[in-house]
């Protein structure tokens, strides 16, 4: 199979029931180095069933999910854990740690030694713009500052480059995010692809999936609905057929620019 | 904010838990000087510290420093900071082992005609036995029933059937009060009250190997506990084996108070509490909480025990009592702090 060894991330034919019913239907995609995909799709059509069977939690009802050519399973969970980062969509953390050290525990994989882990923390926590909560504590801090501290925490796990090229999953990064944060988090997933980390996102707002990504895949029931450059995959026929709103596409006359625009629900 | 990192932390408790140490042997109904320890002048000043003060504030220092070491890894277990090993039903359990024991033995003891003593097994009496499978029985129950093939251990279930064994526990505890004699029924409030005083060496060095379990078998696992803290998902994204992990620090948990509960009856709050405060001073990080918290738990119990000794004296008080009347109001103002924090 010398074409999938070439693929990071090689989803075949997966299928996934649970109780009956069928949450990802014969879905198939492969990603390349350095490619940054967007997920997009409505509630329910099983974004986060198929990140949850990309990182092994939920197990498969039909097909295989192959890392660098290798069966997820068949990784050793330290090993994967160096390579790939996952981030949930939230993540509740009762205890006082502070932000510093919440970033820290994405560098438990590694045994890298004290003074790397101290470096790498600090840089994420600078390149999120966290640096300035480094030692508040995280269970006070609001939303939006969770959760950029997540997105450094899972960032410091593949933080450096190691032997296989690397994979990080993000669900919703942005979700609580202010305007300026989000328009970061673009920049920041143009950064991580250019060396050489495959990124896929679960994104609502089409026109940052848009603007951020290489490829999208657009879910809907659990089934790909279509997948390729943003302009292929974000149509008004698709939009409609997904997400049942009619959508338009703006220039803008002086960045050159096209956005979204969505005028009307055809169910409410 | 933060006193002191974790690891300062730990070297002034270890500092501090020296001169706790010596006052816990040399203050009780007969006095003695610090010298009186190291040299054997007296002979039977020499025999009371040798068998009677030296054994129970060793005994009081590692049954607090398992305790609370066992409080921590449940809290993070549990990913609750305020869970509680008696949650998981052990406590009840050993009680009701407990009972049985005082119960059958009493029982037992009236038919053979007294040859048979209810408190001689190498030192340790067949309360602490049947406390410890009572207690291991728990939680081999609560584990069973929380635990499935594909989904693993859930944590609300296992809480819900910590509550349901306890409950019944309570219930079987009731029917064997009913059915003892005045003498047995002592015996077991005694019992479950919480007491230092059968200390003897035997004990000590049971506890001390427990201690020694914890604390090898602990080490590795600390940052783990960690990741588990962010909770399950992430701490398998960050390489950890959640299950086997989770499976293992149940066990060592469950051993942990069984054997401290088997050897001092129940002690509330040490657990809870102790945990509690270390966190407050250098925040959650298992790898100093777990040596800190035990540091701490071994001072905080020779000091209630201490006080346990002093307050009636020449009698006793349970030290359950004197941990549960200190814990209580310092627990409420930790919850009203930290809401106020919030």
Known sequence: ??????????????????????????????????????????????????????????????????????????????????????????????????????????????????????????????????????????????????????????????????????????????????????????????????????????????????????????????????????????TETNIRQSFGVSAEFIQDSRTGRRHLAFTESEKY | MRLFDGNKLCWLLAIAMMPVLILAIVVGPVSFSIGDIFTNENAQAALILREIRIPRALLSALVGAVLAISGAVMQGLFRNPLADPSLIGVSAGASVGASLAILAGGYLAEMLGGWLSVSSLSGLSLISIGAFIGGAGAVIVVYRLSTSPYQGTSVATMLLVGIAISALAAALNNLMSYMASNEMLRRMSLWQMGNLDLANWNRVWLCLVMLGLFLVLLRGQASSLNALLLGESEARHLGVNVQTMKRRIILLAALGVGVSTALAGIIAFVGLIVPHIVRLISGPDHRSLLVASGLLGAILLMLADLIARLVIAPAELPVGVITAFLGVPFFIYLLRQTKNAR
């Not at chain 1, 660098?68 to 006082?96: D, I, K, N, Y």
């Not at chain 1, 920049?187 to 250019?194: C, G, I, S």
Request: charged share 20%.
């Open chain 1, 1 to 234: 199979m010398p074409d999938k060894a070439t693929s990071v991330l090689q989803i075949d034919c997966v299928s996934l029931e649970v109780e009956g019913v069928r949450l990802l239907d014969q879905v198939s995609l492969s990603m390349e180095r350095g490619e940054v995909m967007a997920l997009v799709g409505p509630n329910g059509a099983g974004k986060s069933t198929l990140i949850r069977a990309i990182s092994g939690e939920q197990n498969l009802s039909h097909g295989q999910i192959m890392f660098h050519g290798r069966p997820m399973q068949h990784w050793p969970l330290q090993e994967l854990a160096t390579h790939t980062a996952f981030m949930p969509q939230q993540s509740v953390l009762e205890f006082p740690f502070t932000a510093r050290e919440v970033v820290a525990l994405g560098r438990i994989p590694h045994s890298s030694g004290h003074l790397v882990d101290a470096r790498v923390v600090n840089e994420v926590l600078v390149y999120l713009d966290v640096a300035h909560l480094a030692d508040r504590i995280y269970p006070r801090l609001s939303g939006g500052e969770r959760q950029r501290v997540q997105l450094a925490r899972v960032l410091a796990q593949i933080w450096a480059p190691v032997e296989h090229s690397r994979l990080l999953v993000l669900d919703e990064p942005t979700s609580s995010f202010d305007l300026a944060h989000q328009q970061l988090v673009v920049k920041l997933l143009r950064e991580v692809a250019r060396q050489g980390i495959s990124v896929l996102v679960v994104m609502h707002d089409l026109n940052l999936a848009m603007s951020s990504s290489d490829r999208i895949a657009m879910l809907c029931c659990g089934q790909l609905q279509a997948v390729g450059r943003p302009e292929s995959v974000l």
